[in-house]
């Protein structure tokens, strides 16, 4: 049986709208990513740009960029008592790749370890929206708070940090934003906002402060910048698998095999049932 031209088309279009994407254009010897061509791309943006433009459709502005690719660096890496990182290095013992090691790790980039810079976001943008039907700043932060607090418990996302009784990384990056709402680069709302929840905290904690972290600052960042608060979490992702990379390449130079979350010469505490026998039946 014959196929018409027809039929043979609506087999190519058929195809061809399998996947839509207004990501990338390619054909033999072309490739463009939202319409730039990647020679024209290549030398020209940075890494940081090629995030935005990927994720947002457009390059942004030189100093938009920068303060994304700050955002980027300052989460790298936090060493092995990171749970992402010592199971990077943990796996790279197994004798797997470094893609099997790496995916290891960010696979464990969840809602406690790796989801707080998208939760903070969350919590920025719902002040503002309130703020935004007339309610002012501490009113507006106080409900935000309560509602995340009802939604993820009592530890505010973005604010505290079980090491540091300072995050030393967030005061830079908020100077950093400060620096660019002074020259109209971002508003400085989010960075308000910021501020306010770490007030209303100290305010409930009967003047202890608990500072912004990591996490805290560079939600504050994506939030000035326009990314939606899931992004954020994508964008930790990237920005900690170069930590994640060099631990595992680390590890694998130096050896080992099979080495597990704390040393063999140490055990675990049981607390399970005495020895026991097994019932004869």
């Known amino acids: 049986m014959s196929v018409t ?9 058929g195809v061809k709208d399998w996947w839509r994407t207004s990501i990338i254009d390619m054909e033999p010897g072309s490739i463009r990513y939202r319409g730039y061509p990647i020679q024209d791309l290549i030398g020209n943006i940075s890494f940081a740009q090629m995030i935005w433009l ?4 457009e390059l942004p502005s030189d100093e938009q960029a920068r303060l994304l690719d700050a955002a980027l660096m300052a989460a790298v890496d936090h060493g092995p008592q990171a749970p992402s990182i010592a199971i990077a290095r943990m796996a790279a013992t197994c004798g797997v790749g470094l893609n099997s090691a790496m995916a290891s790790a960010v696979n ?17 943008i719902d002040i503002a929206r ?33 090491f540091h009784p300072i995050d030393p990384r967030a005061p830079r990056l908020l100077e950093l934003v400060d620096e660019a ?3 109209g680069v971002v508003g400085g709302r989010f960075a308000t906002i910021g501020r306010a929840v770490e007030d209303e905290l100290a305010c409930r904690k009967a003047g202890k402060r608990i500072p912004m972290n990591i996490d805290g600052a560079t939600a504050v960042i994506y939030a000035e910048l326009g990314f939606p608060a899931p992004l954020a979490r994508g964008l930790f992702c990237l920005s900690r698998s170069v930590g994640i990379l060099s631990h595992a390449w680390e590890q694998t130079q130096q050896g080992g095999r099979n080495k597990g979350p704390i040393p063999r010469e140490y055990i675990w505490q049981y607390d399970g049932p005495e020895e026991r026998k097994v019932p004869i039946r």
């Open 130 to 162: 309130q703020m935004d039907a007339g309610i002012e700043l501490v009113k507006a932060t106080q409900a935000g708070l309560d509602a995340a607090i009802d939604k993820y418990g009592k530890f505010v996302s973005g604010f505290g940090h079980r």
């Open 54 to 57: 990927m994720t947002r459709g």
């Open 181 to 183: 709402a002074s020259r």
């Open 108 to 124: 464990v980039l969840g809602d406690v370890h790796g989801g707080a810079g998208e939760q903070a976001v969350e919590l920025y």
């Open 5 to 13: 031209s027809n039929e043979a088309e609506q087999v190519r279009r």
